[in-house]
T-cell receptor, first 113, second 115 residues
Framework: EAQVTQNPRYLITVTGKKLTVTCSQN?????MSWYRQDPGLGLRQIYYSMNVEVTDKGDVPEGYKVSRKEKRNFPLILESPSPNQTSLYFC????????????FGPGTRLTVL | DQQVKQNSPSLSVQEGRISILNCDYTNSMFDYFLWYKKYPAEGPTFLISISSIKDKNEDGRFTVFLNKSAKHLSLHIVPSQPGDSAVYFCAASERYGGATNKLIFGTGTLLAVQP
């Protein structure tokens, strides 16, 4: 089954404690993104990757890092989480830059105390 | 600055009636528009799209209309069913002209279809 998986699904942590949210897709997609969803703001792109070792900032990259060492994985790293990073995070992938359908993971609900 | 706007946070419709969800955009360079549907505890899923060279695209009960001069698009669901109850996100991109085809999402509209 074609899918994007994220782990963990729920996480409560404290300010400053480094964390990683993993994302993996099994569709051999080149293009992957991370989004955060906040009330009244919709989905905003954090980082994206157009292929292995190619990553770039989205609209709200501050406080986040990513890496793309393998095609299937695109982890999101919060080196020093802060309460304003409390949000619902989605990983997404699509086969190429010009394709329509973007597949989303199920989401990770992060709370930073 | 919100380039894609969904001004109605919520909409309630009776089962069997038409649901109309609206979306406005400000960037005239957008040439591709999409609607995504999101159920609670799940990621958004692609629903329907339209290129700027068209003014209508239909897929079963779902039709998207594009009015380029007004920078407005709408999603019509006919007839509405309780299973359509979800958050609907409008998205836009510079699919043909942009380098990255980044999707810009609206804030979403929560549709509730009452049985």
């Amino acid at each position: 089954e074609a899918q994007v998986t994220q782990n963990p699904r729920y996480l409560i942590t404290v300010t400053g404690k480094k964390l990683t949210v993993t994302c993996s897709q099994n569709m051999n997609h080149e293009y992957m993104s991370w989004y955060r969803q906040d009330p009244g703001l919709g989905l905003r792109q954090i980082y994206y990757s157009m292929n292995v070792e190619v990553t770039d900032k989205g609209d709200v990259p501050e406080g986040y890092k990513v890496s793309r060492k393998e095609k299937r994985n695109f982890p999101l790293i919060l080196e020093s989480p802060s309460p304003n990073q409390t949000s619902l995070y989605f990983c997404a992938s699509r086969s190429g830059v010009r394709t329509d359908t973007q597949y989303f993971g199920p989401g990770t609900r992060l709370t930073v105390l | 600055d919100q380039q894609v706007k969904q001004n109605s946070p919520s909409l309630s419709v009776q089962e069997g009636r038409i649901s109309i969800l609206n979306c406005d955009y400000t960037n005239s360079m957008f040439d591709y528009f999409l609607w995504y549907k999101k159920y609670p505890a799940e990621g958004p899923t692609f629903l329907i799209s339209i290129s700027s060279i068209k003014d209508k695209n239909e897929d079963g009960r779902f039709t998207v209309f594009l009015n380029k001069s007004a920078k407005h698009l709408s999603l019509h669901i006919v007839p509405s069913q309780p299973g359509d109850s979800a958050v609907y996100f409008c998205a836009a991109s510079e699919r043909y002209g942009g380098a990255t085809n980044k999707l810009i999402f609206g804030t979403g509209t929560l549709l509730a279809v009452q049985p």
